[in-house]
């Protein structure tokens, strides 16, 4: 087995550990320490969850984009394996994100959905991760598959500065960056239960890339294993 | 596998255990109620009532100009109908300047309820001494709810797998002996 295996399953559970440990006080901090927003109210308590999830949507595919680069290079499968987990993850925190937006803009904008620059490049994104996890399925030779799906992630890699700048390029909807230059927007009660909450996310998207990576790494090892027995056999 | 449930089962009950502080923290600090299930419990203490400003019940009296910090709301003492589908609850204010405080605005009210006058009920008012936002908790509980617990199933699941997947690895390997002897 890979030591860079035997590292992540060695590891992993302190990364889970911290991730929970942020997430509960940050949660703690956020739905009962903060005060609510003078225009949206309590509604505003979403923000400690979605803007994490959001980020993090952002870091699963920075971590794709990366990974298939560096997969191109050296041509290591288990580095196609972590590209691999990152997408499904990805799939995931942007899901999660898209929908706690969604339940957020009903009481703020008053619609579930909107044609915003913001919503439509993240949607896209969404896309993407999900046709990069088609494209795996459609392909059986696994050297083919992950060298198809990195140049996909590569160039679909275009969509990620387009959400990140959207609401600056364009007039949006969406509340421009919290977090730029020109200063930090938030009080410091919402700013701390809400960088808690981000670094929480954050490590725990980190376990859960150690814990996939090690799932799709096994299942090859174990067809591996199985296809040398039944090789054996045959002979 | 048996360290994975057990895990999780302790993950559970931690979760079950900050549901119950968050459902205590929404009974005490977020909770509203009706006029008319104020009038039907009277509850003692302070609560939340929660309700429509009736048209043309609004009195608003400036209080006396005292010596307060620049910045400050000025205080004021009102009187007014809070009303839901069933029920009018008179209502007296004495706190600071609200802008939300008009006619025919769903406010939430904080305060007691007083104890009944000479004329029995009858005589009940509302003593609110805060306006609060109008609760979406609902909104909050939803987005939470949404992404919290397919993230738990997800990584439970993924937890799952990988444990079953080792155990499976370990096993194939135990047989190869028997690879060798068919060789």
Redesign the interface.
């Known amino acids: 087995m890979s030591r860079y295996i035997l590292w992540l399953r060695k590891y992993q559970g302190w990364f889970g550990l911290a991730g929970g440990l942020c997430m509960t006080i940050g949660l703690y901090l956020g739905l009962v320490k903060s005060p609510p927003d003078y225009y949206q109210g309590e509604v505003v308590r979403i923000m400690y969850l979605h803007v994490p999830l959001a980020q993090t949507s952002l870091f699963a595919y920075a971590t794709l984009f990366i990974s298939s680069i560096w997969y191109l290079w050296k041509r290591d499968p288990l580095i196609d394996n972590a590209a691999h987990a990152a997408a499904g993850l990805g799939v995931f925190f942007t899901s999660a994100a898209l929908v706690t937006g969604s339940i957020w803009a009903k009481p703020t904008w008053n619609t579930w959905w909107t044609w915003d620059p913001r919503l439509v490049s993240f949607t896209v994104l969404l896309l993407i991760l999900i046709g990069y996890l088609m494209l795996r399925m459609f392909i059986d030779e696994p050297e083919r598959q992950a060298r198809f799906a990195a140049i996909l992630a590569i160039v679909g890699g275009v969509d990620l500065p387009i959400v990140k700048f959207s609401v600056e390029w364009w007039r949006t909807l969406h509340q421009p960056l919290s977090v730029s230059p020109r200063g930090i927007s938030y009080s410091s009660d919402m700013l701390t239960p809400l960088l808690i909450m981000a670094i929480g996310v954050s490590l725990l998207f980190a376990y859960m890339l150690m814990v996939r990576t090690q799932l799709l790494y096994l299942r090859q090892l174990l067809e591996a294993k199985k296809g040398r027995l039944l090789s054996r056999v045959q002979l | 596998m048996r360290g994975l449930y057990l895990r999780w089962a302790g ?1 559970i009950g ?1 979760a079950l255990v ?1 549901a119950w502080l ?1 459902a205590q ?1 929404y009974d005490r600090a ?1 909770k509203t109620i009706t006029p008319g299930q104020l009038l039907q419990t009277r509850p003692v203490g302070t609560v939340r009532v929660i309700g429509l400003v009736q048209a043309g019940s609004l009195r608003v009296t400036p209080q006396e100009e005292t010596t307060t910090p620049p910045h400050t709301p000025a205080m004021i003492l009102a009187d007014f109908e809070l009303a839901d589908q069933q029920e009018r609850l008179p209502v007296h204010y004495d706190g600071p300047a609200d802008d939300n405080l008009r006619e025919l605005k769903t406010l939430v009210v904080v305060g007691h309820l007083t104890p009944d006058g000479p004329d029995g009920p009858a005589g009940r008012r509302f003593e609110a001494h805060e306006f609060d ?5 609902g ?2 509980t ?3 709810l ?3 617990i ?2 738990g199933l ?2 439970f699941g ?2 799952r ?2 444990a079953l ?2 155990t ?2 370990k096993e ?2 135990t ?1 190869q002996p028997e ?1 060798d002897a ?2």
């Open positions: 993950i931690i900050i968050a923290h977020v936002l109008l609760p979406n908790y909104f909050i939803a987005a939470y949404l992404a919290l397919p993230m997800f990584l993924m937890e797998r990988v997947l080792y499976v690895i194939t390997t047989y690879r068919v060789e």
